[in-house]
Structure formats: C-alpha cells, structure tokens
C-alpha cells in the first residue's frame, strides 16, 4: 500500500467517523446503555471463557523485556513463626509488549503531531498521560463480543506471519459462522497466533505476524464496532505501507478513537463456539484504574 494511498484512507475513515471537537471517548460512544442490556442477551449457559493469556516473566525472543514477580513475604523465618504473617509479591512488566495480553488507551497513538480527535501529542508527559489515557475505561467496557476466526475460515490451524485479514475475510467469515457483527460490538478477530506460538515456539513477532490489512478497518468504521480485540498486535509485520509501521493502530485508534486489544487468546474460546454454532457472548473486559498510563494489562472474559 503506497503512503499516499494510506493517507487518503486514513482521511476518509477520520472524517466518515468524526465526532465533537470534545469527544474523548471514541468508538465507545457507540457502545450504548441499551446495547449493553441487548448483549446480556446472548448469555445461554453462564459459562465464563479468559480470553487473556498467561503473564509470562522469562525472556524469549518476543518477550525481551518480561514481566518479573517476586516475592516480598513471608520471610524465612515467618514461614515457621507463630501469629499472623502475610505471603505478599511484587509485580513489574512492559504493558506494551508483544507477549503479554493488553489494552492500548487512546492516547497511545501519537500521529502527525497529535492524538486522537485533535488532542494535543503533547498532554503525554513524562508523569503520564493527561488525556485520553486508560482511566477513560475506568468503568470497564461491556458489549457485545464477537469473534471470527479467519483460520478457521481458510482451513488452517493458523495464519502464517506476514499474512493480511482482509475486509472481504471478514465478511466471509461472517457468512461461515452465522453471525453479524452491529454497532457497539466488541470485535475479536482470530489469526492463530497463540496457537503457533504454543506448537511451534516463540519467534521474533515484531518483524513478522500475521494481522489486519489496513483495508480492513473500513468494515470497522462501517460496523461501527466499539473495541477491536486480536491474539497478534492487530497490524500485520511486516506492515502493509513501507512509512507507517503500525498503520492498523493508526487508523483504529487515532482516526477513528477505536480501543485496541493485543496479545489475547482464543484457542479456549473458539472450540466453544464451533461446538455451540454461537460465535457471539457477552464480553467484559475490566482494565486496570491506571490514572495517566497509554494502555493496562486486561483478561477479557467472555460469557457464553
């Protein structure tokens, strides 16, 4: 895709999708009180499905920089003293990086000199985010979930890295599985990664992963889905347009104020639903109260 093709379709998705010049929260102004209560609906067995993978606190070659846990108590000689004593542990890690299930916040996309709807590049400072960060979701996002799953689609255990779910894959998809993703919905789009990962090893993600084309993000905008989840980054690697390295978290988040989900898995989830024929669930999703911080560790659960 040539950098003024990406240009045009950047503009044409922020003005097909603009909102107040105050608009803070983005897509999730399509994530009604009434659709809220219309996802309960899709509720059948009140079985719960994480939708979140494992921390994981040891390096590997898509994971330089794990996060660490470690324990702060009890001391040695708690573990045999008489009275109360407390086990207590410490946990640091990387929100942002290619292993760790997370939520991106609005303000993690800087373009062009700004943030989403024009806010300024710089209320990011060094002491945190003072607009558009993560505490926007402070009251959690809940909605309609649903998820395609594109290999499944293909016939394929998974997409190999490098490879582009397309607009037309989505719509395929669709068809395939009976289902129609609506306004408000929280769409989770499947490309296999955690399964590669599991079977075949970790790799270098951030040079090669299968992803959305940015194409795709005009059955986004057209959807009007809310939150926009996957179990890669979301952007194909190596990206689509030769200047932009990340053009799907560029068009989600910054043209269009959709909250972007990486790193989730769905290898519990999607077997359920082939097995039920139901590819749509209530979906809760409750980030971390970080006042100031570009995106939260998240466990998306699903209520099928």
């Known amino acids: 895709m040539t950098s003024d093709a990406f240009r045009a379709l950047y503009r044409r998705l922020r003005e097909g999708t603009r909102r107040p010049p105050d608009d803070r929260r983005g897509a999730l102004c399509c994530l009604t009180p009434e659709r809220v209560v219309a996802a309960a609906a899709e509720v059948r067995s009140g079985r719960t499905v994480s939708l979140a993978a494992p921390v994981e606190t040891w390096p590997g070659p898509d994971n330089p920089q794990p996060a660490s846990h470690r324990m702060t108590g009890p001391s040695a000689q708690e573990l045999t003293a008489d009275g109360l004593h407390f086990a207590l542990d410490h946990i640091d890690m990387n929100v942002h990086g290619d292993a760790d299930s997370h939520l991106d916040a609005l303000c993690h996309v800087l373009y062009d000199g700004e943030l989403y709807n024009g806010a300024p590049a710089s209320s990011v400072t060094a002491d945190g985010a003072r607009a558009l960060s993560v505490d926007l979701v402070r009251d959690g996002i809940v909605g309609r979930g649903v998820l395609l799953d594109i290999p499944r689609l293909r016939g394929r255990p998974w997409l190999e890295p490098g490879d582009h ?5 989505l719509t395929a ?9 609506g306004p408000g919905d929280v769409l989770y789009v499947r490309v296999g990664h955690r399964r590669r990962r599991a079977e075949l090893g970790a790799w270098n993600a951030a040079r090669a992963r299968a992803g959305l084309h940015p194409t795709a993000l005009e059955f986004v905008a057209e959807r009007q889905i809310s939150v926009l989840g996957g179990d890669g980054n979301n952007d194909t690697a190596p990206s689509a347009v030769a200047d932009v390295a990340f053009p799907v978290h560029v068009l989600a988040m910054h043209a269009m104020g959709v909250h972007l989900m990486d ?5 519990e989830l999607a077997p359920l639903c082939a097995e039920t024929g139901r590819w749509a669930f209530l979906s ?3 980030p971390l109260r970080l006042p100031g911080a570009t995106g939260s560790p998240v466990n998306p659960i699903a209520v099928l």
């Not at 790193?263 to 290898?267: D, K, S």
């Open 165 to 169: 779910v397309t607009a037309d894959d």
């Open 263 to 267: 790193y989730l898995q769905f290898e």
């Open 173 to 181: 998809a669709e068809a395939a599985q009976g289902v129609r993703v």
């Open 284 to 286: 809760v999703i409750a």
